[in-house]
Nanobody, 123 residues
Framework: QVQLVESGGDVVQAGGSLRLSCAASGRTFSNYAMAWFRQGPGKEREFVAVVSRGGRNTDYAHSVKGRFTISRDNAKNTMYLQMNSLKTEDTAVYYC????????????????WGQGTQVTVSS
C-alpha cells in the first residue's frame, strides 16, 4: 500500500501561483511513476502532469504546458506541482496518484490516489 496526502491548495487570483505537494508513505516511493490529475466542477477527472520514477522525464497536458512544473524528491518521498500563471479554468480538486509503467496518462494505470486538495482561481 502507498498512502498519499496532498497539500497546498488555496484560493488565488488569476495570474497567481501555487505549489502543491504530495507526501507519500508506505511502499518505496521511487518504485512508482507519480502524477497529478484534477477534476473541475461538473467535469471528469483529467490528467495534468506525470513524472518518471527517477524524476528525469515528465509529460504534461497541453492545457498546462509551459505554466505548470512537476517534480519529485525521492529522498523526501514527496512530489510537487508548481503552478504559475493560473487561470480560472484551473479551478479543480487536484489529486496525486502513484502507478506503474512509463509516464502513464490514463487514470486506470494508477493504483493509489490521495484525497485531493482544492485549488480555486478567482478572476
Amino acid at each position: 500500500q502507498v498512502q498519499l496526502v496532498e497539500s497546498g491548495g488555496d484560493v488565488v487570483q488569476a495570474g497567481g501561483s501555487l505549489r502543491l505537494s504530495c507526501a507519500a508513505s508506505g511502499r518505496t516511493f521511487s518504485n512508482y511513476a507519480m502524477a497529478w490529475f484534477r477534476q473541475g466542477p461538473g467535469k471528469e477527472r483529467e490528467f495534468v502532469a506525470v513524472v518518471s520514477r527517477g524524476g528525469r522525464n515528465t509529460d504534461y497536458a497541453h492545457s498546462v504546458k509551459g505554466r505548470f512544473t512537476i517534480s519529485r524528491d525521492n529522498a523526501k518521498n514527496t512530489m510537487y506541482l508548481q503552478m504559475n500563471s493560473l487561470k480560472t479554468e484551473d479551478t479543480a480538486v487536484y489529486y496525486c496518484a502513484a502507478g506503474s509503467g512509463i509516464l502513464p496518462v490514463e487514470p486506470s494505470k494508477y493504483d493509489y490516489w490521495g484525497q485531493g486538495t482544492q485549488v480555486t482561481v478567482s478572476s
